[in-house]
């Protein structure tokens, strides 16, 4: 029974539960409110004598009182009951609704005493007594005034919902807290006890039954929502035990760290390792691995920024998603947006002073570029250059090595390092993916072309730094390997969540499948 957990337990309890309330609450709105319904309920029953009729009363509990009656020898023996008569129901009720007989509606008993006087108020219903004539005693017929039976007749008193009035009785004989009864007949309602927190209070608004049920169902709807916060994600379909090496884009490296880390908690038992070197060292170790690789796919996974360069037919190509990248500056350059024609001057050397740009005071252009192998400059090239970086002339980006350089432009082997140094050193000029060049201190980005690069706009956008982010492996790899299931995790899986939060566009996605298939 793999059915039975206690998630799924709680969740078919709290099913029934809740179908069981709504029924009854069905039930009540069909059944209850509609009829016609006389409530009542004792409020007051103490002794006012000498105390003999409360004494069994006072043994068990009931409040000891002290009074004048006492004194009163024709009250030795007495007690009186307050009676409280209501409609609580959601009809009203009117004289001819009572059907016991002609001359009266109700009928009160009190077990054990004898009435000596009824007295009947309404406070919040003075028209109420008018339906008591001046002359009601309350006595049935044969009651011999106060020597008659315990009993006493109540009229036909119409009630609106809600209505209600009181009876006061004078009683002797018997003990407190005797039985008291009100009997009647009602077309198409009953007559019932009530109950109330208070003598003189309406009934609660929830009952005791209402307030159970919303604490149950409560409590099983936060158990289940606990249950479920903490239940283990099911490993994905397609999970793959062993170990991997991704490697290529450094551009692309933070992102697919995030996956790999992702994939290793959704798929206990496999180990990835992101070991980025730039798309062309990436595509270059993986054509040597397969190479030497006996036979089948070796388990390695090459990112590049943009398809690989010509040869290495036995490369499998994968879209993986769209990347965009951006210029950056230090700080110390108020410079935010650079049309293509000046950054083409840039690094031709035709421009070497950012006061040039700016008109403010002088200070040196810097360009930090990455290595020849690097596929964000391949992009950056092609993409916004039109043509080949010029050749480095400073190894330390700080001192010209060549003399005939008219600006300082150095080379590095990682997004990383492009960002250290560009943020580290002033009037310095770099690229880098988007998400690496957000947030970081000590730079910011610039436009191009009056644009920056936004996720949200891509393929609609006329921004040029951009470029489709391909995965390589060495022919197909085994549909249960490591690496075929860490690239479908990536491609069309829970990767792509992650690939989007770090400012790509998956290929898989409606806009992505566009822009990817056109190259």
């Not at 992702?262 to 691995?289: Q, W």
């Not at 075929?484 to 499948?513: E, I, M, N, W």
């Amino acid at each position: 029974m793999d059915w039975l957990t206690a998630e799924n337990l709680i969740a078919v309890v709290t099913a029934l539960l809740g179908v069981l309330v709504s029924a009854g609450a069905v039930w009540y709105e069909r059944r209850v409110p509609h009829q016609r319904r006389v409530g009542y309920r004792v409020q007051l029953d103490t002794a006012i004598g000498d105390g003999t009729a409360d004494r069994a009363a006072t043994s068990r509990g009931a409040t000891v009182r002290r009074g004048f009656f006492d004194a009163t020898r024709d009250l030795a023996h007495a007690s009186l009951v307050l009676l409280r008569i209501e409609n609580d129901g959601a009809l009203a009720i009117g004289a001819e609704h009572y059907t016991d007989g002609d001359d009266h509606g109700l009928t009160v008993e009190f077990t054990g005493r004898r009435v000596k006087a009824v007295v009947v108020t309404a406070p919040d219903h003075p028209r109420l007594l008018s339906h008591f004539p001046d002359s009601w005693t309350g006595a049935p017929d044969g009651w011999a005034g106060t020597t008659g039976a315990a009993t006493i007749q109540l009229p036909k008193v119409p009630l609106n919902r809600g209505a209600h009035y009181k009876v006061l009785v004078l009683l002797t004989g018997g003990r407190v807290g005797d039985e008291v009864t009100v009997d009647g007949n009602i077309a198409e309602g009953h007559v019932h006890v009530n109950r109330s927190t208070t003598p003189d209070d309406t009934p609660p608004v929830f009952s005791r039954a209402a307030r159970t049920v919303t604490v149950a169902l409560t409590v099983c709807v936060v158990a289940l929502a606990a249950l479920v916060v903490h239940e283990r994600t099911p490993p994905p379909l397609g999970c793959a035990r062993g170990a991997l090496t991704v490697t290529g884009s450094t551009a692309f490296a933070p992102a697919v760290r995030d996956v790999a880390r992702k994939y290793e908690k959704d798929c206990p038992g496999s180990r990835v390792v992101v070991e980025a070197h730039g798309s062309a060292s990436g595509i270059r170790r993986l054509a040597e691995e397969g190479a030497r690789a006996s036979r089948g796919s070796p388990a390695v996974i090459a990112l590049s920024d943009g398809r690989k360069p010509g040869g290495h037919p036995q490369l499998r190509e994968s879209t993986v998603a769209v990347s965009l990248f951006t210029l950056v500056v230090n700080d110390s350059t108020p410079v935010h947006t650079l049309d293509r024609d000046r950054i083409r001057r840039l690094y031709r050397g035709e421009i070497t002073d950012w006061s040039e740009i700016t008109g403010g005071p002088r200070q040196p252009v810097l360009l930090v570029s990455r290595n020849a192998g690097s596929g964000t400059r391949e992009v950056f090239q092609r993409r916004v250059l039109g043509r080949n970086e010029p050749a480095h002339s400073s190894q330390d980006c700080r001192h010209r090595d060549d003399p005939e350089a008219r600006v300082i432009r150095c080379e590095l082997d990682s997004t990383e390092q492009v960002l250290a140094t560009v943020a580290a050193l002033p009037g310095a000029l770099g690229y880098t993916e988007l998400r690496a060049g957000t947030g970081l201190k000590g730079l910011h980005r610039v436009a191009i072309d009056g644009r920056l690069p936004s996720p949200e706009e891509t393929g609609t956008s006329p921004y040029p730094y951009r470029e489709i982010e391909y995965a390589y492996t060495w022919g197909e790899p085994p549909a249960d390997s490591l690496a075929s299931s860490f690239l479908t995790y990536l491609t069309r899986g829970g990767g792509q969540d992650v690939v989007r939060v770090h400012g790509h566009l998956p290929c898989a996605s409606p806009k992505g499948l566009r822009i990817c298939a056109d190259g």
